[in-house]
Every structure is written in C-alpha cells, then in structure tokens.
C-alpha cells in the first residue's frame, strides 16, 4: 500500500496530495486563541467533514465548491484505514485566495468588545444602541488576512483585502475581494435562514475561496463547521448576554475561566464538547450522525 505524508498541517487539518486532487482531513485537534489544545476530542474530524459535506450540497446553486467525495472507498488505499474514516474529503486542487471571509450577522466575540469602544466593528459603523448577541440589521462583510500557525489573523478592510490580493493576483484584488464578499454574504443568508428553521441560530462565521483551472471563484476548506462559526440555540435567545453554544465558544469560555490551564481540558469538557458538536449536525441535517 502506497503511504502518503501531509503536504501542509494547520492548526486542526491535514492536507494529502494524492494523483487526481487533495485530500483534507479534519484531525480530532482542537485550537482556540491560536492554540493547539493539548487534548483530542473524538469523533469530531467526522463532524466537521460530514457537516461541511452537507453544507457544500446546499450551497452549490450559489457558488460551486471544491468537494468531491467523501466516501473513503473512493479515495487510494491509505485512506481506508479506520483513522480517516469519515474525516477525509477529496478536494479539487485549487489556486486560493488569501484571506479569510468572515460575515457577522449578530453583535458578539471581538465585534462585540470593539462596538462598546467606538460604535464600529472592523471599521464598520453601526447603529447605536446595540445590545450584546443583538441580531444586526444586515449581516456584515468583516475580512482578515491570513495568518500562520501561532500568528494573529488580521482584520482588514475591503479595501485594504483588495490590496493583498493585488500581488497575488495583480489587475484582480479589488474585483475578486468584492465577489468574494458577495458570495460570503449569499451563503451566509441562505444558511443562517435554513439554520433558524431548524433551531440554531449562525451568529457569524468564515468562509474561504479558491481559484480553479479555469479561473472560476470556488468555496474551498471548510463550510459552517462548529470550528468556523458560532451556533446558538434558538431556544432561549435573548439579546443582552452571551448566549450558549453548539460550537468552541464553550472551549474558549472555559480556558478564559481557568488561565492557568496551559491548554489542557479536563475530560468533562471533552465530552460536552463533542455532544454539542453531534447535537448540531443532527439538528441541521436531520440525520444520525454514525461516524
């Protein structure tokens, strides 16, 4: 059996080239405040496969995807090996865009701290009088540049976006920053109002794009996974607070409150984690999950 090695390792992905295309696994890792935690917490590779796989499905009457199998039996013998089962996905190679396309559509997280400041968020204005996890009157374009492991993403403005795309793709930074925005926003309104018809509301999420051989903007990565986006429950929702959630927000609250954890989750944690992850692919997709 022919054994392949990643060609590049995020914070929580693997990437394999193999002869036709890549293939992206979604390691069981987990990061948060550009940490790679030191636990595992299982099953949840699977999950963000599985939900990315379901989001690019209803997604591809807006922009084609990258996507072209899940299915492990599909993919060269190495990948059949119980490790990767349902966290692999066959990818098209693409040419990607660097920066990431985040769209906030209620008040929360960092947008929510820069708001009291100064009435903006990514140097946005908005209306005053907004409350915490307040839903916005229209979803929000908010991009940041790519950052490496251990570094920050940035936030950038279009215009500012548009100009780091320029040296990669010169003559085409601005036209290609402003389609990505409008597609990051098509997306987002489409599945956040799916998402509320089955109880979970999308507070903000990111997106990323990719260039295939023929030019073509293409959704690439992942797609409203718990790790790119904050869920909530619709149930019980009351702006004026945080709100309980079905991603990594429960992570990231419990190492806020434990400083001096150095990244170590207590294995109560681990579990909470995974069944929110679990309770929000069955609630958006209708099925059981049974990976």
């Not at 950038?156 to 036209?175: D, M």
């Not at 929702?237 to 150095?262: C, H, I, M, T």
Request: hydrophobic share 35%; charged share 30%; with cysteine.
């Amino acid at each position: 059996m022919k054994t392949y090695s990643p060609v590049k390792s995020g914070k929580v992905r693997e990437i394999y080239e193999v002869e036709d295309g890549l293939i992206m696994v979604a390691t069981d890792r987990v990061s948060a405040f550009d940490h790679i935690l030191k636990n595992k917490i299982t099953k949840k590779g699977a999950v963000l496969t599985q939900m990315s796989k379901f989001w690019f499905d209803l997604t591809k009457d807006i922009v084609p995807n990258h996507m072209l199998t899940v299915d492990n039996s599909e993919m060269p013998a190495f990948f059949q090996q119980e490790e990767f089962r349902g966290k692999s996905m066959k990818c098209k190679k693409l040419t990607m865009i660097p920066m990431e396309c985040i769209v906030r559509g209620y008040i929360t997280g960092s947008g929510w701290e820069s708001y009291q400041k100064d009435g903006t968020v990514c140097g946005i204005k908005l209306p005053a009088g907004l409350k915490e996890s307040e839903k916005l009157p229209e979803p929000i374009f908010t991009p940041s540049t790519k950052a490496e492991i251990g570094d920050h993403d940035e936030n950038v403005s279009l215009e500012e976006g548009a100009k780091v795309l320029e040296k990669t793709f010169p003559g085409h930074g601005l036209e290609y920053a402003k389609k990505v925005g409008e597609l990051t926003l098509a997306i987002y309104k489409k599945c956040a109002d799916y998402a509320l018809k089955r109880g979970i509301i999308i507070a903000d999420t990111k997106f990323e794009f990719g260039l295939d051989e023929a030019g073509n903007i293409v959704l690439a990565d992942e797609v409203l996974t718990p790790d790119s986006s904050r869920f909530w429950p619709l149930k019980g929702y009351e702006a004026g607070k945080g709100q309980p959630s079905y991603d990594k927000q429960f992570v990231r609250d419990w190492l806020k409150a434990n400083p001096n954890s150095d990244y170590n989750l207590p294995q109560e944690v681990i579990d909470k984690t995974i069944a929110k992850y679990i309770e929000a692919y069955e609630k958006l997709t209708g099925e059981k999950f049974s990976f």
